[in-house]
């Protein structure tokens, strides 16, 4: 082993709010907040996710891959419906695509992100 994990980094133009979006979906703490760089996760000893400021983020497509979306979120849920509202009233919409285990998203910057059970 080299190394262990530490963080998934996220660029956005709104580190503080996508941060409290995540936050808010994922029942994560905040663990560190600057004006540039914010981090959430279960434990501030624990990987988590960072929110990096990018002002001219290209947010991903969806489903034309251009721009690419380069990575997403999959979250696990126990009731679809009650997490879809949830990510909605957050400020999540729904993107076309997903089945009957899986629903598409786009997170307040535009980040692909799915609901999974």
Known sequence: MTG??????IDTPD????ATFYQELLGFVRVQDDDHWVVIGDAPDRPGL?????PDLQ??????????????LDIAVQDMDQAEQHALSLGAAR?????????VY?????????LCV
Do not use: I, N, Y
Not at 15 to 18: I, S
Not at 106 to 114: A, E, R
């Open 50 to 54: 960072a929110f990096q400021l990018a």
């Open 4 to 9: 262990r994990w530490h963080g998934l980094v």
């Open 95 to 103: 993107l076309p695509g997903g089945s009957e285990t899986f629903r």
């Open 59 to 72: 947010p991903p497509g969806w489903p034309d891959a251009s721009p690419p979306q380069q990575m997403h």
């Open 15 to 18: 580190p503080r709010g996508l």
């Open 106 to 114: 786009k997170d307040p910057s535009g980040h692909p992100f799915c």
